[in-house]
């Protein structure tokens, strides 16, 4: 079992950056499949970025391609979510979660280890 915690939230201007950090309290993030979500307020929790156990590759919502960068750092048991040029539309509650399984999912559903989230709040 494996326990995400996340930091790195906060209040940004439009275009500027943030990093977000998901630590691992547990088993190691390296048995897992890591993806990030995002959940505003009154939508529904949705896919930003995803990490496969096995085959190695990053995927990416078309909503923040070319703008995020997800990358994991097994020495530390860390997975981060670099975010650059942020919009408004990305101010949400930001979710790490873990699955056993070897490829990353889209669905929120098919993540068993979620993290508390971090807020991320984008205005001027």
């Known amino acids: 079992q494996v326990q995400p915690v996340e930091s790195g939230g906060g209040l940004v201007q439009p275009g500027g950056s943030l990093r977000l950090s998901c630590a691992a309290s547990?088993?190691?993030?390296?048995?897992?499949?890591m993806g990030w979500f995002r959940q505003a307020p009154g939508q529904e929790r949705e896919f930003v970025a995803g990490?496969?156990?096995?085959?190695?590759?990053?995927y990416y919502a078309d909503s923040v391609k070319g703008r995020f960068t997800i990358s994991r750092d097994n020495a530390k048991n860390t997975v981060y979510l670099q975010m650059d040029r942020l919009i408004p539309d990305d101010t949400a509650v930001y979710f790490c979660?873990?699955?056993?399984?070897?490829?990353?999912?889209?669905?929120?559903?098919?993540?068993?280890?979620w993290g508390q989230g971090t807020q991320v709040t984008v205005s001027s």
């Open positions: 990490l496969n156990r096995i085959l190695f590759g990053t």
């Open positions: 547990g088993r190691t993030f390296s048995t897992y499949s």
């Open positions: 979660a873990a699955r056993s399984a070897g490829l990353h999912s889209r669905s929120p559903r098919d993540y068993e280890y």
